[in-house]
């Protein structure tokens, strides 16, 4: 299993970013595929939402409306689409994969390296 982020950077506030998620080993399709992401000192917080109303409990509501994950499975990669994006926003973004029903990060048993977002204002 290998989830291997890439597509981070320096954005300016207000500005997009896509990151990808290139995943080998397994399908997609098989499993729970969310991002999660971290900033220093802080705890790790999922940011997959699928849509505007996403109530999953790996959708912050700090980012619904702003961020969409997708997944596409020919490919066998996950997307997390970013717009409007806010300082509070910086932290390394990571692609996760869990089984069916997880929820919360402890569920997500294989994460990847991750990928830095830094945003400025």
């Known amino acids: 299993v290998q989830l291997v982020e890439s597509g981070g950077g320096l954005v300016q506030a207000g500005g997009s970013l896509r990151l990808s998620c290139a995943a080998s080993?397994?399908?997609?399709?098989?499993?729970?595929m969310a991002w999660f992401r971290q900033a220093p000192g802080k705890e790790r917080e999922g940011v997959s939402c699928?849509?505007?109303?996403?109530?999953?409990?790996y959708c912050a509501d700090s980012v619904r409306g702003r961020f969409i994950t997708s997944t596409d499975g020919k490919k066998n990669m996950v997307y997390l689409q970013m717009s409007d994006l806010k300082p509070e926003d910086t932290a390394r973004y990571f692609c996760?994969?869990?089984?069916?029903?997880?929820?919360?990060?402890?569920?997500?048993?294989?994460w990847g390296q991750g990928t830095q977002v830094t945003v400025s204002s």
């Open positions: 080993g397994f399908s997609v399709d098989d499993y729970v």
């Open positions: 996760v994969r869990g089984n069916p029903g997880a929820t919360v990060a402890a569920d997500f048993g294989y």
């Open positions: 699928m849509n505007t109303y996403d109530g999953a409990p």
